[in-house]
């Protein structure tokens, strides 16, 4: 069992080889507060309280033949090049070698969110990121407009709620991204100018809907109204396009883990020099979250803490590999995927939980099961049958709809793979459907 385990290379390359059919000894791991893990040796006895054999740590289930197909809307498949390049040894963070990485990466970020002005890189999930965007220009009491398209803008809402803010929630169906007339009409209403900022989403990864950013500025603009434009694009930044300088934002929050190719582990404000200036006299008191320390330590390539080194090596490739394919190919092959994922979903009568069909997202489809039939037991059953991931209904949406992920390090056969264990998995679930979603989708690949 150790031995089988050890030799896998994909998966315990890392860990130490024993015989292949030894019976006398285990890795054994000790736990400690779920952070702090220990390897050891020692003797097979009947106490498994807090023992693992190395194979039921990595997966609980039997081995199965090829590669794990991971369709969530993100994490999503990290490229073997990024892999590879994390792989190289960690070095001085602090030396000069690090610093023209640090430079490399910096910079390369601010063409991937295509703006001139700072981009802050944390090492934290994009829920940092949400929390750095509040903290460095909100203040306790103030007011903020979101908008309810889903799952993570609600998440955002709630964020904002905890650190003090007073916020205004428009509503929406989830079934669509944000209506600019709304934020306008909202912020004509506000004549004293009590809203501070406007956040919003623009790829919500729980529904597949995407907002028009550009349209929510022009709205802003058209109000006359003063307030900041906060933009999530964790799961639409290069995947989908999307302009922070053009489109007049004043701060893009995003993360590692989706169209850029990464595992999780960095988040990103893209900074506004309207939103730097604010946030030198306002803002909530903060510390690790700080813009300022930030980017005079990034004038050098440098950070003002440990970074994520070998992360950071990951991100430097994959700049270099969306730029090698062109952020407007990028685009494209997002977009035509997406299409082709649809016109399956058409031929199968089922229905694509957006409805507004300008917001259909190029990252994600959100497939809503008829009633009576449960989303989750049909992941299930795909998983344990074809070895492929979907992901969840969140919220008010569990159990009712499943998400197909096309987005990252994504090709035509990739997705044809994908649609093929969706098809065969309707069937084995009795769910009503018509024969030919992978046919539609294949024909319409062929065609464009």
């Known amino acids: 069992m150790i031995g089988e385990a050890a030799q896998n290379r994909d998966n315990c390359r890392h860990l130490p080889k024993c015989a292949p059919n030894s019976s006398i000894q285990e890795l054994s791991i000790n736990i400690h507060y779920a952070v702090k893990v220990q390897w050891r040796y020692r003797k097979i006895t009947r106490d498994f309280n807090v023992m693992l054999s190395i194979g039921e740590f990595f997966m609980s289930t039997p081995h199965a033949a090829g590669r794990h197909f991971l369709q969530i809307p993100g994490p999503t498949n990290v490229p073997d090049r990024v892999l590879r390049a994390m792989d190289y040894p960690t070095i001085d963070h602090r030396g000069a070698q690090f610093a023209a990485i640090g430079k490399q990466c910096l910079d390369g970020m601010k063409s991937i969110f295509k703006t001139t002005s700072p981009v802050v890189i944390y090492p934290a999930s994009g829920t940092g990121a949400w929390e750095a965007a509040l903290v460095n220009l909100l203040q306790e009491g103030d007011l903020v407009l979101m908008v309810e398209t889903g799952h993570f803008a609600t998440l955002w809402q709630k964020m904002a709620t905890n650190l003090g803010l007073e916020n205004e929630f428009l509503q929406t169906d989830w079934r669509r991204g944000v209506d600019p007339q709304a934020v306008e009409d909202r912020l004509r209403a506000d004549g004293d100018g009590k809203i501070k900022a406007v956040c919003v989403?623009?790829?919500?990864?729980?529904?597949?809907?995407?907002?028009?950013?550009?349209?929510?500025?022009?709205?802003?603009?058209?109000?006359?109204?003063?307030?900041?434009?906060?933009?999530?694009?964790?799961?639409?930044?290069?995947?989908?396009?999307?302009?922070?300088?053009?489109?007049?934002?004043?701060?893009?929050?995003?993360?590692?883990?989706?169209?850029?190719?990464?595992?999780?582990?960095?988040?990103?404000?893209?900074?506004?020099?309207?939103?730097?200036a604010v946030s030198r006299n306002a803002g909530m008191r903060r510390s690790y979250w700080d813009w300022s320390e930030q980017i005079a330590a990034n004038e050098g390539g440098a950070f003002p803490y440990t970074p994520a080194t070998n992360l950071l090596y990951g991100l430097a490739e994959a700049i270099d590999m969306l730029h090698e394919e062109g952020l407007d190919a990028v685009f494209a092959r997002h977009d035509r995927h997406a299409a082709a994922t649809r016109r399956a979903v058409q031929a199968w009568g089922l229905e694509v939980l957006c409805q507004e069909p300008r917001d259909f997202s190029s990252?994600?489809?959100?497939?809503?099961?008829?009633?009576?039939?449960?989303?989750?037991?049909?992941?299930?059953?795909?998983?344990?049958?074809?070895?492929?991931?979907?992901?969840?209904?969140?919220?008010?949406?569990?159990?009712?709809?499943?998400?197909?992920?096309?987005?990252?390090?994504?090709?035509?056969?990739?997705?044809?793979?994908?649609?093929?264990?969706?098809?065969?998995?309707?069937s084995l679930a009795d769910i009503p459907h018509q024969k030919g979603g992978v046919d539609a989708a294949m024909l319409m690949l062929n065609e464009s």
Request: net charge negative.
């Open 363 to 426: 990252s994600l489809t959100a497939v809503l099961l008829p009633d009576g039939h449960d989303a989750d037991a049909f992941r299930a059953g795909v998983l344990k049958k074809f070895n492929m991931s979907l992901g969840n209904g969140l919220s008010k949406l569990a159990g009712k709809v499943f998400r197909i992920g096309h987005l990252g390090d994504f090709n035509d056969l990739m997705l044809l793979g994908t649609l093929s264990g969706v098809e065969m998995g309707l």
């Open 201 to 276: 989403v623009h790829n919500e990864t729980s529904t597949g809907s995407t907002s028009p950013i550009g349209a929510v500025r022009a709205a802003i603009d058209a109000a006359g109204h003063d307030a900041l434009l906060l933009v999530d694009t964790i799961s639409s930044l290069a995947s989908i396009d999307y302009r922070h300088d053009e489109w007049g934002v004043d701060v893009t929050v995003s993360g590692s883990q989706k169209g850029l190719m990464l595992p999780p582990g960095l988040s990103f404000n893209a900074v506004s020099e309207k939103a730097l």
